[in-house]
C-alpha cells in the first residue's frame, strides 16, 4: 500500500502555491492530512482543497512539526529562514525559490533529466530549478545523451504568471485601461521592488529579475547556472537572454544548440518523440508548431520548428514552450515526491 503523508504547502494562496495543490488533487497524490501556510496576512482566511475547507495558518518554524513533506513556494527569504525548520523537524522539503539551488549540498533536480541525485539530501532539502531551466533542459537531455551537447544559446519569451499574482492582475488591468482609453498604469513589472515599472501589455520586456554586474539578469544566471548543474556539465557554453511578454500563461524558448557529433532533422525527431515528458508538435506543411495559449493547463513540454543550422550540421534550433507554473513549478516538485515515493525515499 502507498504510504500517505503529511503535507504542507507554504505559498498556498499564491500562482505557483494554487497549481500545487491542483496538482496534489488531480495526480492523487497519497496525503493522510494537508496544511496550508501563508503570511501573517492570509492567516484565518479559508481555503478549498479537494471539496473541503481549511483555514490558511501563517508559516512558522513550528508549522512543520510532523510533517513528511514541504512544498515552498513564497519566495526566497521565506525559503531561507523556513526551510532548514522544516528539515530540522524530519520534512523533506521541495523548494521552488532560487534560494538554495546553486548548494553544493542541495540536489537540484527535474526527474526526466537527474532524479539519480535525490538518493543524496544532505539538507533535507530538495530544489526545483527556475521554469525555464526545466522545460529547455528535459528537451535537451535525450538530444545531450545520444549526440552530446556542447553549447547552448537561448531566447525566452516569458508569461507573466511567471512574476506572480499580482503581474498577472496587472496585464488584465492594463488590456481594459487600454481598450477603455485610459492612461496605461505599471507598477509590478519588471521587477516590483525596482524604481522604474514598464506596461507588460501591448510591450516585451528584455529584463526578468535584477541585473547582475556582467549584463546578464539574475534569471538569466539561473538558466546559465542551473543547466550546467542539473546536466552535471560545467565545461558546457550556456547563454540566455530572458523577455517578458504579454502572454499570461506558458513560457516559450527559441534555442540554439551545438552538438559534439554530427546528426540529421529526423534523428532529433526520433530522439524527442520517445523522450519522457515531451510532446512533439512539429508539421509545418499544416502550420503545427508549440503555443503557449494551447500549452496552458498542459502537463507535457512541447516542442517544434526543429531545424538544422544551415552553417553548421552540428547546429539545431528549437522550439520549446510548456505552462511554467506545471511542468515549470507545480508539476515538477510533485514528480520529484513522486519520484521519491517510487523509489522508497520518502
Ligand atoms: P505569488 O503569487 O506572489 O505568491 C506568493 C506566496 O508567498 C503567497 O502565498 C504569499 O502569501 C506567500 N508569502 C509571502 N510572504 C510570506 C511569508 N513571510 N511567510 C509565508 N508565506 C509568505 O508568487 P508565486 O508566483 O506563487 O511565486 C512564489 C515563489 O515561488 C517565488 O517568489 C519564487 O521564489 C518561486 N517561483 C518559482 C518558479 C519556478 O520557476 N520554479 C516560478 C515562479 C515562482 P500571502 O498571500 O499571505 O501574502
Ligand atoms: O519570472 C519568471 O517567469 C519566473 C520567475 C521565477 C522567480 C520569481 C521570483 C523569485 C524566482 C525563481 O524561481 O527563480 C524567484 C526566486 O526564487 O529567485
Redesign the pocket.
Known amino acids: 500500500m502507498t504510504k500517505q503523508l503529511i503535507v504542507a504547502v507554504?505559498?498556498?494562496?499564491?500562482?505557483?502555491?494554487s497549481k500545487l495543490m491542483e496538482k496534489l488533487i488531480e495526480r492523487k497524490f497519497p496525503i493522510k492530512h494537508i496544511k496550508f501556510?501563508?503570511?501573517?496576512?492570509?492567516a484565518g482566511k479559508a481555503i478549498e482543497f479537494n471539496g473541503q475547507t481549511y483555514t490558511?495558518e501563517?508559516?512558522t518554524p513550528e508549522s512543520f512539526e510532523g510533517v513528511n513533506i514541504a512544498l515552498f513556494?513564497?519566495?526566497?527569504?521565506?525559503?531561507e529562514k523556513?526551510a532548514p525548520e522544516a528539515a530540522k523537524r524530519g520534512a523533506i522539503v521541495i523548494d521552488?525559490?532560487?534560494h538554495f539551488r546553486m548548494d553544493p549540498e542541495v540536489p537540484l533536480v527535474v526527474p526526466e533529466v537527474n532524479r539519480h541525485v535525490l538518493k543524496n539530501i544532505p539538507k533535507g532539502i530538495i530544489a526545483?530549478?527556475?521554469?525555464?531551466t526545466?522545460q529547455m533542459v528535459a528537451a535537451l537531455q535525450p538530444i545531450r545523451e545520444k549526440f552530446g551537447l556542447t553549447k547552448v544559446v537561448v531566447s525566452t519569451y516569458q508569461a507573466v504568471?511567471?512574476?506572480?499574482?499580482?503581474a498577472i492582475d496587472e496585464l488584465r488591468e492594463q488590456s481594459t485601461q487600454w481598450e477603455a482609453g485610459k492612461n496605461v498604469e505599471a507598477n509590478v513589472l519588471p521587477v516590483k521592488s525596482d524604481a522604474k515599472h514598464y506596461p507588460i501589455a501591448r510591450n516585451v520586456i528584455p529584463q526578468i529579475d535584477k541585473f547582475t554586474n556582467n549584463g546578464f539578469t539574475y534569471e538569466e544566471m539561473k538558466m546559465i547556472n542551473e543547466t550546467k548543474k542539473i546536466m552535471e556539465a560545467p565545461e558546457l557554453s550556456v547563454a540566455a537572454t530572458c523577455v517578458r511578454v504579454p502572454v499570461v500563461s506558458g513560457h516559450s524558448e527559441s534555442v540554439y544548440i551545438e552538438l559534439e557529433q554530427e546528426a540529421t532533422v529526423q534523428d532529433i525527431f526520433a530522439t524527442l518523440q520517445d523522450a519522457p515528458g515531451i510532446v512533439l508538435q512539429d508539421d509545418i506543411t499544416q502550420q503545427v508548431y508549440p503555443m503557449p495559449l494551447f500549452a496552458e493547463n498542459e502537463e507535457p513540454i512541447f516542442v517544434g520548428r526543429i531545424r538544422q543550422d544551415l552553417d553548421n550540421k552540428k547546429g539545431f534550433h528549437l522550439w520549446i514552450v510548456a505552462d511554467?507554473?506545471l511542468k515549470?513549478?507545480a508539476l515538477?516538485s510533485i514528480q520529484i515526491a513522486e519520484a521519491m515515493l517510487e523509489d522508497n525515499l520518502l
Open positions: 507554504v505559498g498556498a494562496t499564491g500562482a505557483v502555491g501556510l501563508a503570511s501573517a496576512r492570509s490558511i501563517e508559516a513556494s513564497a519566495g526566497g527569504s521565506v525559503s523556513l521552488n525559490t532560487s526545483n530549478p527556475n521554469c525555464s526545466i504568471s511567471g512574476s506572480g499574482v499580482a511554467n507554473l515549470g513549478a515538477n
